[in-house]
């Protein structure tokens, strides 16, 4: 289930709010500029479908997307538990960073969360199968896509080569807690 907590940036023990409702969930990240939407495949799709699948299964959306946000480029990427780079690739965005454009990812099936550091408060978004997440540009931030890693996403990039990582270089990262499955809604 999809979840929002928000911290203050000093106490990662208690959070001040927690929701699972989606339509709360949207309403308190449009304060910080998050677009946070719920997206519905008009055909089935599963794991090991072909790109091509997968996002005409979402075409509506992505293309109202693209047509509002001018995205350049559109791909599919899939990450299962038994990827031989899966440490690697988790440990790469574990540390706050923030990116010159957009990170906008839509979760077709799996999970991830992604924290957001605004001001003093810390926002955790766990999201779920059928949640697109849109971070805009220069928002601290990092993800976890937990240690066995299972989710297919549709990312979107303005620039054609994508987006590049600007290390903030603080802890604040690692004082939150990580993303485990089966962790508690």
């Known amino acids: 289930m999809s979840r929002l907590r ?3 940036e000093n106490d990662t023990t208690a959070p001040q709010s927690s929701t699972s409702d989606q339509a709360e969930m949207a309403r308190e990240l449009a304060k910080i500029g998050v677009k946070f939407e719920q997206w ?12 091509e699948k997968i996002m005409d299964a979402y075409r ?30 988790r440990a790469k ?13 839509f979760f077709v099936a799996g999970s991830g969360l ?8 810390v926002y955790e978004v766990k999201c779920e199968q059928g949640d697109l997440i849109a971070v805009p540009d220069s928002t601290k931030h990092w993800f976890d ?19 590049v990582g600007h290390f903030t270089g603080t802890d604040i990262a690692q004082r939150f807690p990580r993303f485990e499955k089966g962790q508690a809604g």
Not at 46 to 51: L, W
Not at 63 to 80: E, H, M, Q, W, Y
Not at 148 to 162: C, K, L, M, N, Y
């Open 6 to 8: 928000i911290f203050a």
């Open 40 to 51: 519905q495949a008009n055909a089935s799709v599963a794991p090991g479908d072909a790109p």
């Open 60 to 89: 509506a959306d992505i293309d109202r997307l693209v047509a509002d946000n001018g995205f350049k480029t559109v791909d599919v990427v899939s990450i299962a538990p038994d990827n031989p780079q899966r440490d690697a690739m």
């Open 93 to 105: 965005f574990l540390d706050e960073h923030f990116h010159k454009e957009d990170e906008v990812r």
């Open 114 to 121: 992604f924290t957001l550091h605004v001001e003093d408060k």
């Open 145 to 163: 896509m937990g240690p066995e890693p299972s989710f297919i996403a549709i990312r979107f990039f303005t620039e054609p080569d994508g987006w």
